[in-house]
């Protein structure tokens, strides 16, 4: 009779033919591999029929196996085998009639295991054909399979490959779950990590200054409805700058460190304790009359005029200045200008000689605000009037092309002296005295002014354009960038309007109103410091952006760091599924670049991509630092 199965071929036997490339033959012949490589336990008193099983079982490639005369021995070689709840045994091979334990028993214990729980148990009777008590009290035992003698390998190694492939099912399935359960545990401590860090300072851990804020809504909400008397202790540290210029950051963070603990000891749970930006920290005294507030502010001057601290052989001592703010239930106080005011009365401990306690009074406020006012307006003024302001460009490189497709447009003040004055001096009181909306459309005018007249050469670059919390309360900002795009004919697409999630959530509805507005022009929009001021995840979907721009504080230290690693992947995630794009800020070095590249940023900027210079070539390098 002719052998079907048999390929016919006069020529000379092809490798896949005698089988030598069984591989690219068989696809199967890898996943077998695996089986015949997993370990087999076979149990029986008889040892003729312990060999005749392992022959069978290796002649058909299953050669890890391993054996036992007895109940009790084989349930020891289980245990031997197992290690970290994990047993290196993956099948059983069983026979039923043995002395002292039988198959019965030797299974229900195995199954009584949770360690064991998943091992396939093909029990083995002596039995010539099927027996249906005999297959019942198996099963019920937990068998997996039974098999009566005598046992042909043609019957036994299809039932072998059979149970091994659940028994490898059953770990596949069991390492998915573990690493499940793994990376939803991971998952929660980011989670609440960043639920941390919306109300706490990454550093010291204490209260951040929204925490401070909301403190301070309740405090003046009781003192007017309620009738309850509290303070607000503003402190500055004053030698801290002497510490950090000397010693350097690292040193400077650790003495921020101990100084929170210092703090923490001392007011326990009493009262709120923050720490307002770099050397700042603030107490929220509740519920106390006058007296009790200012006692509270001697007691922490006296504890910090105390502090030392030793580095290299070197002794420090810091001292504080400290503003204090006594809140009355007449005085309806909102909690920014309770803040400001705890400023103020800082600010002056500092001018009149530092390490004092100073309370706020009307008089020391309006000579800050005289003093600040009688120096910077002017000058604002006089720049507006005589075009002594500037742009620079800081380039943002496209981490997947490699190109500088957008530049960020930074407004300078030139001075006198022809000096560039950064915008830190200047836009503070631009903010404070009304000025700021004037500025806010010379940078607009300036930078609609650049894209309109760049070559042709650099129809791809687009420009950021920082614009102020208070753009947004200017009802003329966005006709005058309407009517511009139209009368200067460039692409709105080009256009990308920055404003810092803080300012955005100070006056939410009114930012959302706007960029929608400005979005229908073709305009584009992002989200600065994105992650630092308030809980992101949950307003983000409220503003239709499309850049969000992750804060610096989860940059810097970002090969270092594994949670920051994890705070910017999960931030890049979230943001990718809403089909934003995503920036990095403050990006120094390039083992940062190759780690944010790494997690999937879209864009990179910082002094390592490019700093801030005065024009763009057509190569799309800007030159001339400023």
Same mark, same amino acid.
Request: charged share 25%.
């Given at each position: 009779?002719?052998?079907t199965?048999?390929?016919q071929?006069?020529g000379?036997?092809s490798?896949?033919?005698?089988?030598?490339?069984?591989d690219s033959?068989?696809? @199967?012949?890898?996943?077998l591999d695996?089986?015949?490589?997993?370990?087999?336990? %076979?149990?029986?008193?008889?040892s003729?029929n312990?060999?005749l099983?392992?022959?069978?079982?290796?002649?058909?490639?299953?050669?890890?196996?391993?054996?036992?005369?007895?109940?009790?021995?084989?349930?020891?070689?289980?245990?031997? #085998?197992?290690?970290n709840?994990?047993?290196?045994?993956?099948?059983v091979?069983?026979?039923?009639?043995?002395?002292?334990?039988?198959?019965y028993?030797v299974?229900?214990?195995?199954?009584?295991?949770?360690?064991?729980?998943?091992?396939?148990?093909i029990?083995?009777?002596?039995?010539?054909?099927?027996?249906?008590e005999?297959?019942?009290?198996?099963?019920?035992?937990?068998?997996?399979d039974?098999?009566?003698?005598?046992?042909r390998?043609?019957?036994l190694?299809?039932?072998?490959i059979?149970?091994?492939?659940?028994?490898?099912?059953?770990?596949?399935?069991?390492?998915?779950?573990?690493?499940l359960?793994?990376?939803?545990?991971?998952?929660?401590?980011?989670e609440?990590?960043?639920?941390?860090l919306v109300?706490?300072?990454?550093?010291?851990g204490?209260?951040?200054?929204?925490?401070?804020?909301k403190a301070?809504?309740r405090v003046?909400?009781?003192?007017?409805?309620?009738?309850?008397?509290s303070?607000?202790? &503003?402190?500055d540290l004053?030698?801290?700058k002497?510490?950090?210029?000397?010693?350097?950051?690292t %040193?400077?963070?650790?003495?921020?460190?101990?100084?929170?603990?210092?703090?923490?000891? @001392?007011?326990?749970a009493?009262?709120?304790?923050?720490?307002?930006?770099?050397?700042?920290?603030?107490?929220?005294i509740?519920?106390?009359?006058d007296?009790?507030?200012?006692?509270?502010?001697?007691?922490?001057?006296r504890?910090?005029?105390? &502090?030392?601290?030793?580095?290299n052989?070197?002794?420090? @001592?810091?001292?504080?200045?400290?503003?204090v703010v006594?809140?009355?239930?007449?005085?309806?106080?909102?909690?920014?200008?309770?803040?400001?005011?705890a400023?103020?009365?800082?600010?002056?401990?500092?001018?009149?000689?530092?390490?004092?306690?100073?309370? &706020?009074?009307?008089?020391?406020?309006?000579?800050?605000?005289?003093?600040?006012?009688?120096?910077?307006?002017?000058?604002?003024?006089?720049?507006?009037?005589?075009?002594?302001?500037c742009?620079? &460009?800081?380039?943002?490189?496209?981490?997947?092309?490699?190109r500088?497709? @957008?530049y960020e447009?930074?407004?300078?003040?030139?001075?006198?002296d022809?000096?560039?004055?950064?915008?830190?001096?200047f836009?503070?009181?631009?903010?404070?005295?009304?000025?700021?909306?004037?500025?806010?459309?010379?940078?607009?005018?300036?930078?609609?002014?650049?894209?309109?007249?760049?070559?042709?050469?650099?129809?791809h670059?687009?420009?950021?354009? #920082?614009?102020?919390?208070?753009s947004?309360?200017?009802?003329?900002?966005?006709?005058?960038?309407?009517?511009?795009?139209t009368?200067?004919g460039?692409?709105?697409?080009?256009?990308i309007?920055?404003?810092?999630?803080t300012?955005?959530?100070?006056?939410?509805?009114?930012?959302r109103q706007?960029?929608i507005?400005?979005?229908?022009?073709?305009?584009?929009?992002?989200?600065?410091?994105?992650?630092?001021?308030?809980n992101?995840f949950a307003?983000?979907?409220n503003f239709?952006?499309?850049?969000?721009?992750i804060?610096?504080?989860?940059i810097?230290?970002?090969?270092?760091?594994?949670?920051?690693?994890?705070?910017?992947?999960?931030?890049?995630?979230?943001?990718?599924?809403?089909?934003?794009?995503?920036?990095?800020?403050?990006?120094?070095?390039?083992?940062v670049?190759?780690?944010?590249?790494?997690?999937?940023?879209?864009y990179?900027?910082?002094?390592?991509?490019?700093?801030?210079?005065?024009?763009?070539d057509?190569?799309?390098?800007?030159?001339?630092?400023?």
């Amino acid at each position: 009779m002719e052998n079907t199965g048999r390929k016919q071929n006069n020529g000379p036997a092809s490798p896949t033919d005698r089988g030598d490339d069984a591989d690219s033959r068989d696809p @199967h012949t890898t996943f077998l591999d695996e089986l015949r490589r997993m370990r087999i336990l %076979v149990v029986d008193d008889n040892s003729d029929n312990i060999d005749l099983a392992r022959a069978m079982l290796a002649k058909s490639g299953f050669m890890n196996t391993v054996a036992a005369s007895s109940g009790t021995l084989a349930l020891n070689l289980l245990a031997q #085998n197992t290690a970290n709840n994990q047993c290196r045994i993956d099948l059983v091979l069983l026979d039923i009639m043995m002395p002292n334990m039988d198959g019965y028993e030797v299974c229900g214990r195995i199954r009584s295991q949770i360690e064991w729980a998943d091992i396939p148990v093909i029990m083995i009777t002596a039995n010539a054909m099927w027996q249906d008590e005999i297959a019942s009290i198996s099963f019920t035992a937990g068998a997996t399979d039974i098999m009566f003698k005598p046992i042909r390998r043609v019957e036994l190694i299809p039932r072998v490959i059979s149970a091994l492939s659940l028994k490898r099912e059953r770990d596949l399935r069991k390492s998915r779950e573990d690493e499940l359960v793994i990376e939803l545990a991971e998952r929660r401590i980011v989670e609440e990590r960043l639920n941390h860090l919306v109300t706490h300072d990454d550093l010291t851990g204490l209260c951040n200054r929204r925490q401070l804020e909301k403190a301070l809504d309740r405090v003046a909400h009781r003192a007017e409805h309620n009738g309850v008397a509290s303070g607000l202790l &503003y402190l500055d540290l004053d030698q801290f700058k002497v510490i950090n210029d000397l010693e350097g950051y690292t %040193v400077g963070d650790e003495v921020l460190i101990a100084i929170s603990r210092l703090l923490r000891r @001392h007011f326990g749970a009493a009262h709120l304790v923050c720490r307002v930006s770099a050397d700042e920290f603030a107490v929220v005294i509740e519920e106390a009359d006058d007296k009790a507030v200012l006692g509270t502010a001697e007691s922490l001057h006296r504890l910090m005029d105390n &502090y030392r601290v030793d580095v290299n052989k070197r002794t420090y @001592h810091i001292g504080a200045s400290i503003g204090v703010v006594l809140i009355h239930p007449d005085d309806g106080l909102s909690a920014n200008t309770i803040l400001a005011r705890a400023n103020q009365a800082c600010f002056a401990a500092k001018s009149h000689g530092r390490n004092l306690v100073h309370l &706020y009074s009307k008089e020391d406020a309006e000579m800050d605000i005289l003093r600040s006012a009688a120096h910077w307006v002017p000058i604002i003024r006089a720049a507006l009037a005589e075009q002594r302001f500037c742009l620079v &460009y800081q380039p943002v490189l496209n981490v997947t092309n490699g190109r500088f497709q @957008h530049y960020e447009v930074l407004i300078r003040l030139i001075n006198t002296d022809n000096q560039l004055v950064s915008p830190v001096n200047f836009i503070p009181v631009a903010e404070s005295m009304g000025l700021i909306h004037d500025i806010d459309r010379w940078v607009v005018l300036s930078a609609i002014n650049m894209l309109a007249t760049l070559p042709p050469e650099l129809a791809h670059v687009s420009l950021n354009i #920082n614009l102020s919390g208070y753009s947004f309360q200017d009802p003329t900002l966005f006709a005058l960038i309407r009517d511009q795009i139209t009368e200067r004919g460039i692409d709105a697409n080009r256009l990308i309007f920055e404003i810092t999630e803080t300012a955005a959530i100070a006056n939410a509805e009114q930012t959302r109103q706007m960029i929608i507005r400005l979005r229908e022009l073709g305009c584009q929009f992002a989200l600065d410091d994105f992650g630092s001021g308030f809980n992101s995840f949950a307003y983000i979907k409220n503003f239709p952006v499309d850049f969000l721009k992750i804060d610096g504080s989860f940059i810097t230290n970002l090969p270092n760091s594994a949670m920051d690693q994890s705070l910017v992947k999960s931030i890049i995630d979230v943001a990718h599924s809403l089909g934003k794009k995503t920036v990095a800020e403050f990006v120094e070095n390039q083992a940062v670049l190759d780690m944010l590249t790494d997690l999937g940023i879209d864009y990179a900027q910082g002094y390592f991509v490019g700093e801030p210079r005065r024009t763009i070539d057509v190569r799309g390098d800007a030159h001339d630092e400023a």
